[in-house]
């Protein structure tokens, strides 16, 4: 991060993140030119794999800060894809897509890339603590309250009447640039070129 972008970012009185998001939001879908794996702690989910490493492809002179912050939220996205696309391949449907937790509140942009790239409509949770609404949840079962989770769920649980449904020119973008992403994913992912793991450790 440039040191002009600190700066520029206490000037507004923002935070880095709500800076770059903002810079970030000017952006359209594909503009950065990049495209990122997001296995910075390496792959859990579906390749369950800890010694992959994350990679972030197209980056040149002109790349900016906010390029790669949209190019990272996205891959994100992607990933999240994959998990449900993998879902619904062995037989699980996803019928619909909750976000709860801080960031669902926090990021409109990181909730409409992902609305955009799932291709789905988002409902957000209402509560600003939503593991410790699910605890409470169980823990009303557990103390007779309430029959069973379900039922804890619908009287506990409620969703904000704000959602966010996918843009349709953004979605057909972000159709091209997942099927990339995909095959970057397997690529580097499922053996056609273990180069991450070969350089592990060249000692």
């Not at 507004?12 to 810079?23: F, P, Q, S, V």
């Not at 970030?24 to 794996?37: C, D, H, K, N, T």
């Not at 843009?167 to 070129?193: K, T, W």
Request: hydrophobic share 40%; glycine share 10%; net charge neutral.
């Amino acid at each position: 991060m440039p040191e002009t972008y600190v700066r520029a970012a206490e000037e507004a009185g923002m935070d880095i993140h709500h800076y770059l998001t903002e810079k970030a939001s000017g952006l359209r879908a594909s503009e950065s030119g990049l495209i990122a794996l997001d296995w910075w702690n390496g792959n859990r989910s579906c390749l369950a794999d800890a010694n992959l490493k994350g990679m972030i492809l197209g980056m040149d002179l002109a790349t900016k800060p906010e390029h790669i912050y949209r190019a990272l939220i996205e891959s994100c996205a992607y990933g999240m894809r994959t998990i449900m696309e993998a879902f619904e391949a062995g037989g699980v449907k996803v019928e619909r897509v909750y976000a709860c937790g801080g960031i669902a509140k926090k990021n409109s942009l990181m909730m409409q890339i992902y609305a955009d790239v799932l291709d789905r409509e988002i409902r957000i949770g209402s509560s600003d603590q939503s593991s410790a609404l699910g605890a409470a949840m169980f823990g009303a079962v557990a103390a007779g309250v309430y029959p069973s989770v379900t039922e804890a769920a619908r009287a506990l649980g409620h969703v904000e009447d704000h959602s966010y449904k996918p843009v349709p020119e953004n979605a057909a973008v972000y159709r091209r640039l997942y099927r990339e992403y995909s095959i970057l994913h397997d690529y580097f992912g499922r053996g056609g070129n273990d180069v991450m793991k070969r350089i592990r450790c060249l000692w």
